[in-house]
C-alpha cells in the first residue's frame, strides 16, 4: 500500500520520522516487523488515518512508534500514562467535548471510551529493552472531533496536504517526547494524569481466583499509577496489573 516518509523535528530538538498511510491492515503489525530489524532507528512511527485492526471503516488516529531505549523494566512502569497524557493533550486541542482517562491508557470522550494507549517491548540478554512499541489508537467521530474544527487546525497549522491524523499524531509526538525525556520526574506528567482521570466512584469488575467481583474505584496512584479500589472482602487494594481488571466502555461523568 502506498505510503510516505517525512521527518519533523520534536520539541526535544530530535528527529522523528514518520511513515504514512491513509489504510493500514496493522500499524502495531507492522512496526513489530520493523523493530526486529536493526536499520529502523529509534523514534521511527508508523502513521495511519485507517486501521483494519480496531475496524477499517473507522477513520482515527492510529499511530505505532519504536522506541529503543536504555530502560531497565522497572523504569518503564509509567510509560503507559506517560504516552496516553501525551495523547489527551494533543486531543483536546482539536475537540471542545469533554476528554478523560480511564485505566491505564483508555481515552475516553464525554464518558464513552474512543480509544487510547498499550505499550509492548523485547528485552534483550542484559535485561533491557531492545526495543519498546508504544501504541497509539483513537476513533475521530464526527460527533465529537467534527470536520469543520479539524480542518481549520489543518489550515492554520499545515502548509502541505498531510491528513488529520498525521496532523494529530505530530501533535502527540509533540507532547510525548518532552515527558519521555523526563520520564524518572512523574511528577511532570502524572499530575495532569491525576487530573484527567474519570474512574473515580466508579464500579469495576475485579478479577481474583477466576472469579469477578465488584469494587469501587477510588483513585490511581500518582507514583505508580496503580488504580487504587476498595473491596467488601478486603478493603483498599492497590491493582497494577490491567488485566485483572474489568473497565466499563461507558462512564458516567461527574457535573
Partial sequence: ???????????????????????????????????????????????????????????????????????????????????????????????????????????????????????????????????????????????????????MIKKVFESNNNSIATIIAKNVLNKFFPFYANMKTSTSFMASYHKRFILSGTKVKLIEDGKRRSCKVLSVDTATSALIVETKKDGIKHITRPASVIIPKKIKLKK
Fill in 1 to 151: 500500500m502506498a505510503h510516505s516518509i517525512i521527518s519533523m523535528r520534536a520539541q526535544d530538538n530530535s528527529i522523528v520520522k514518520l511513515e504514512c498511510h491513509d489504510r493500514i491492515e496493522s500499524c502495531a503489525s507492522l512496526m513489530r516487523d520493523y523493530a526486529a530489524d536493526p536499520s529502523y532507528s529509534d523514534r521511527f512511527a508508523v502513521i495511519a488515518e485507517q486501521d483494519f485492526s480496531y475496524g477499517g471503516d473507522t477513520k482515527g488516529m492510529y499511530m505505532s512508534l519504536l522506541l529503543r531505549p536504555s530502560l531497565f523494566p522497572s523504569q518503564a512502569g509509567l510509560l503507559t500514562a506517560l504516552a496516553t497524557v501525551a495523547l489527551v493533550k494533543a486531543l483536546e486541542e482539536h475537540t471542545t467535548k469533554r476528554l478523560g482517562i480511564g485505566w491505564v491508557g483508555g481515552v475516553y470522550c464525554e464518558g464513552k471510551h474512543i480509544g487510547g494507549v498499550t505499550i509492548e517491548g523485547k528485552l534483550d540478554n542484559y535485561a533491557t529493552y531492545e526495543y519498546i512499541i508504544v501504541n497509539f489508537a483513537v476513533r475521530l467521530p464526527r460527533e465529537d472531533f467534527p470536520p469543520r474544527l479539524t480542518d
